[in-house]
């Protein structure tokens, strides 16, 4: 598994290219405390999104488990992740 500085790396590398050239972010990142793991990589402005992962043990998440004991709270759990990352994501 790759780690965070090839992360880094390939998108200085990459950077002002193609979308083609992104195509080659698809892999699995190692953190310090998560991964994260780029499944899919648009290919051009009208291709469908990209799609990524962040995977957490819970150990290091630390949710409490009645969060996510049955499938409509794991949703409404995914659901706020979610939307708390996409409201920090360009902070």
Do not use: C, W
């Not at 950077?15 to 990142?29: R, T, V």
């Amino acid at each position: 598994m790759k780690n965070s500085l090839d992360l880094k790396k390939l998108l200085s590398s990459i950077d002002g290219k193609s979308y083609g050239s992104y195509k080659s972010l698809a892999d699995k990142y190692n953190f310090e405390n998560y991964i994260l793991s780029i499944d899919h990589v648009q290919g051009d402005p009208f291709a469908s999104p990209s799609k990524i992962q962040i995977i957490m043990n819970q150990e290091t998440a630390k949710f409490p488990v009645e969060l996510f004991d049955t499938d409509y709270k794991k949703i409404a759990l995914e659901d706020y992740l979610t939307r708390l990352f996409y409201s920090n994501i360009n902070k």
